[in-house]
């Protein structure tokens, strides 16, 4: 359900104005799972929406839960039987963030992301990316969870800025007072680097968090791993987060996999320090070290001496850098685990 399709809905049936308060109050504020609940409503009109507007677009399959109930990752079934994963997690206590899909798989083929094995199936509509989110307030209030749903970061499956169109729209909607009502601060989109959304993000969400998955700060070594790093080579890149600071004068985030023997040494942390001080304001940039989560590829985890070192090396050169918590592991909730192979 999304401002659209519930304008649509109060048109068609003719809802006065106080109803139509009434059912967006029930959906977007109380997150009822099933028009039962919106006792407000007249019987026979809830009896007939909720055989005719179902109220999510996408059906629970399957849900995950990490032993330490701080990640729940749920299969979503689409209306075409298409699967997509979503996740909720709470990286501090109160605080839980979803973690959404913007593509059912993903072209990017980054060698070590299991989306990226899948190819892309196809794109997520704007109403299939923010049900997500409603699908994950309602399933907060259903479980008795006694906090809000604070966050919305687009990195699951899926390159957002590859379905940028339906990306951007599903942020409006995220953003709307009427409907989901969130701040701009509280969603943050990753990308893998493809430049002109970038500068339109700066114009458009200028207080919407980027964050870029690096890996690699050499040429060569990130087009290995990741193949759009062909056509978007890290000085436009760099180009390009220097314009949008320039416009925004928002921090932003640096996604590093170290992976064991590949880009985990000191030369490899010097050329990051080079890269990140090519980019204007370089105080601006922050480094998360991410630990690299097994899937079928080759790659391997660094060590945790390698990862300790390597960080102390970017603070020692001014870069504020952090490593990064990994949750919902023992369900491949975490990133670069969302795979469905079984899109039947
Ligand atoms: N396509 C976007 C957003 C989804 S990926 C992007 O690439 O930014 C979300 C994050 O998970 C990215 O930072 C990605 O690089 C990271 N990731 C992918 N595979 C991973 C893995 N196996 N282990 C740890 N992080 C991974
Ligand atoms: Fe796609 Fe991001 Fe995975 Fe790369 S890391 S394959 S861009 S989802």
Known sequence: MDSERIEKIISDY????????????????????????VS???????EKLKE????????EHKIYKSSDKRTYKALLKL???????????SPKPDHWTACISSQVGCAMACTFCATGTMGLLRNLSSEEISDQVLFWRQFIKKNGIDARLNNVVYMGMGEPFHNKTKVFKSVDELKNPE???????????STSGLLKPIYEMAERFPQVN?????????????????????????????EALTHYLAK?????????????????????????????????????????????NQT??????ASRENAVKFKDYLIKNGVSTTIRKNLGRDIDGACGQLAVLDQK
């Open 14 to 37: 003719g809802l006065q104005k106080f109803r139509a308060n009434q059912l967006k109050d029930a959906i977007f504020n109380k997150h009822v799972s099933s028009y039962d609940e």
């Open 40 to 46: 407000t409503l007249k019987k026979d009109l809830r």
């Open 52 to 59: 005719e507007q179902p109220i999510l677009c996408l059906e």
């Open 79 to 89: 209306e075409d039987g298409r699967i997509i994963e979503s996740v909720l997690m």
């Open 179 to 189: 409907t989901f009502n969130m701040g701009s601060r509280h969603i943050s989109i």
């Open 210 to 238: 980027l964050a870029i998955s690096l890996h690699a700060a050499n040429d060569v070594l990130r087009s290995g791993m990741m193949p759009v790093n062909d056509n978007f080579p890290l000085d436009k890149l760099a």
């Open 248 to 292: 925004t004068k928002r921090k932003i985030f640096l996604e590093y996999i170290l992976l064991d023997d590949e880009n985990d040494s000191l030369k490899n942390a010097d050329e990051l320090v080079d890269l990140i001080h090519k980019i204007k304001p370089s105080k601006l940039l922050h480094v998360n070290l991410i630990v690299y």
């Open 296 to 301: 079928d590829s080759a790659h391997r985890q």
